[in-house]
């Protein structure tokens, strides 16, 4: 049986819990989760990874569960979370590592793969494909693209609106979003889910459209989801909320990137059924990634794939893993 440790790691100015597993001299991986997730997201990976020999390391990331939660939305951009998994790194005493994101972490490691592709043995990405630099401010493009109908990037942007709402009840914020991102029972379509869909903007906020699911995803059991709202009881949720808002500065911190594609091995694994993949379908990758392992699609995943779908996103990370770290 494989043993998650779990300690605190000082990395570049913040605390960092994080859950460990494998052996010490393996080939690094650092797992880097999502919106609204903890490094929990990964039990399944952890022992799976570091018993085929790998030293596993997921981290909360800053702002979220156990990690430090500071204070300015500017201390949430793109180069503090590249730098926070760098960090990482650096404490393994490793001179590189393979990363793997979902959702969120997904946007960082793909954005660690171009500012630090000498530190990358490869990036696999769950849920989010890469995205090159645009031609102007994200937001500025969001709302465009949006103008008179409710996203919920755009909602997250003021602060203290979403906060709000989702901290008032950390288990029903849970449980919604969960379910929202989940197949439905008896496979119906997920891709009308209100949320992650741009749907009218009739006053109401981001919880109130989703519903109350009658019971729980099947991968998600009610241990599970208590571990999660004991998390966001302890961090809240507007350090996750300010990642969204630093959209436009992590455009501004990153002008130098213009036209970079991903150089390094890297794996896509998405759900046919996720609703973010609306919005950001894998086809945006075409000809930036240059030296791409696959994108694999999961027929009736939804957006929660690690945790949803362990056995073949475990397969899947294993066969890139192996070919990543070989040399």
């Known amino acids: 049986m494989i043993d998650i ?3 605190t790691v000082s990395a570049n100015g913040v605390e960092l819990f994080v859950r460990e597993a494998g052996p010490i001299d393996g080939p690094l991986v650092i797992l880097a989760h999502g919106f609204p ?3 929990y ?115 997250f942007q003021e602060p203290g609106i979403a906060d709000s ?32 869909a741009a749907v009218a903007d009739d006053g109401r906020g981001f919880l109130e459209r989703l519903p109350e699911p009658e019971v729980l995803p099947p991968w998600l059991t009610a241990a599970d989801l208590d571990v999660y709202v004991g998390d966001f009881m302890r961090s809240g949720f507007t350090g996750p909320l300010n990642w969204y808002r630093n959209f436009d500065r992590n455009w501004e911190l990153t002008a130098r990137l213009d036209g970079a594609r991903v150089e390094v091995p890297s794996l896509f694994i ?15 990758m075409d000809g930036w990634v240059t030296d791409h392992r696959g994108t694999i699609m999961l027929d009736g995943a939804g957006h929660w794939l690690q945790q949803e779908r362990p056995a073949e996103v475990n397969a899947a990370l294993l066969d890139f893993l192996a070919d990543v770290t070989a040399t």
């Open 5 to 7: 440790t779990e300690r």
């Open 165 to 196: 709402e989702l901290d008032a009840d950390p288990a029903a914020t849970m449980r919604r979003i969960m379910a929202m991102g989940s197949p439905r029972a008896g496979g119906a379509d997920t891709t009308a889910d209100a949320g992650f």
């Open 41 to 155: 997201s990964w039990r399944h990976q952890l022992p799976a990874l570091a018993d085929a020999g790998y030293r596993v390391i997921a981290p909360d990331q800053r702002g979220y569960g156990r990690s430090s939660r500071p204070d300015g939305i500017d201390n949430y951009h793109i180069v503090h979370l590249t730098d926070d998994l760098l960090g990482l790194v650096d404490d393994a005493g490793a001179d590189r590592a393979a990363f793997v994101g979902h959702d969120w972490g997904a946007i960082v490691v793909w954005q660690m793969s171009v500012l630090h592709p000498g530190r990358v043995a490869g990036v696999a990405a769950l849920s989010v494909p890469y995205q090159r630099r645009g031609p102007a401010p994200p937001m500025t493009r969001m709302r465009d693209r949006f103008a008179g109908v409710f996203f919920y990037i755009l909602h």
């Open 37 to 39: 997730e903890t490094s």
């Open 270 to 284: 998405g759900g046919t059924q996720d609703p973010v993949l609306l919005t950001t379908p894998p086809s945006v």
